[in-house]
């Protein structure tokens, strides 16, 4: 399934759509390049799920939980994870198997870990269509 | 004697206080997952009510594993912190053993079992109080195949997901009452206690936690695929 968004907003409005199939335990990988607009995009489920809070890139924390919204929401940046054995990764199932739903930017990073039923998408520039074209696809 | 317990490796985070004889303190909290907040609150009222003292305590023991790996890294790093302040020995506790302990009269086999996603359980079995097999990771049809035509008491957080298959493979399989089903911290506490009599005992540095990793052959299965 692929979507076209003109700018973060768009990118939110979408992300809020695809919100609406996620439940309890779901994973989302989030893959695209430095401003694409992954960080966007969980903003838009977070306004979905009613989090009045701050999402903000999780890089250094690695993970930020957001509580208070419909569902937990457990937001990753696996940027930093990219040579990590998967041992060091272990910690992360509580949340991949737990009762909210995992965002996780650069998952591509962790995939080895990533369960079954993970849903992936993928957001990707087009120079040739404008600098806040964006394609969002959905695997 | 006292010997202080904690197991924070399954769904309950748990801690008691037992004299070698008599349990004198237990809290067992089986509410959301959230040990790391929980069991301190936990530990100071345990103290609080038995009217003891943390210096008190003998030994300081832990369910090392199997289980959640935050949650038996929280359990073990908590007793480490009291034992090292205080100079005291620790035990180390395996979650699968103080499972079984309580239920050692059971005339068949006692085989608790703990999710341990990816389709793998975390599993020993025991008998009379006599340990059957190691601890290990496993897929739950590749147990079931193990007990067939035995008696079996089940017990354990994986209980829960599992016990339409389990029922399926073995529709005679009696499961543990809800009291015996989890972890309780007192039950780490009397399988130390036989480990202090056999002289099993650690330094606060010597205590780990004991992880099962899932097979390799799963995560490089994963591997291969994008």
Known sequence: ?139 | MLIFGIDTCCSAATSAIFDGEKLLAQTVINHKKTHSQKIMPQIESLFSLSELNVSDIDYFAAAVGPGSFTGVRIGVATVKGMAQALNKPCVSVSTLEALAYPLSSFSGIVCPILDARREQVYNAKFKSGERLCPDRALALSELLDELKGEKVIFLGDGVFPYKDEILKAMPDAVFAPATLKMNIAGSVCEVAYEKIMKGEILSAKELTPSYIRLSQAEQSAKDGEI
């Open chain 1, 1 to 139: 399934m692929k979507y076209i968004s003109f700018g973060p907003n768009d990118t939110k409005n979408i992300a809020k759509e695809i919100a609406s199939s996620l439940k309890e335990g779901s994973v989302v990988a989030l893959s695209g390049e430095l401003g694409a607009g992954k960080t966007a995009f969980v903003r838009g489920v977070a306004d979905y799920f009613e989090f009045s809070g701050d999402v903000t890139s999780p890089t250094f924390t690695l993970v930020n939980e957001y509580d208070g919204a419909k569902l937990p929401l457990y937001h990753f940046d696996a940027y930093r994870l990219e040579n990590a054995n998967t041992d060091e990764l272990d910690w992360i199932d509580d949340y991949l198997f737990g009762e909210g739903v995992c965002l996780i930017e650069w998952a591509e990073f962790i995939n080895p870990i990533l369960p079954k039923d993970t849903l992936y998408i993928e957001i990707s520039k087009d120079a040739t269509k404008g600098d806040d074209y964006r394609e969002i696809l959905v695997k």
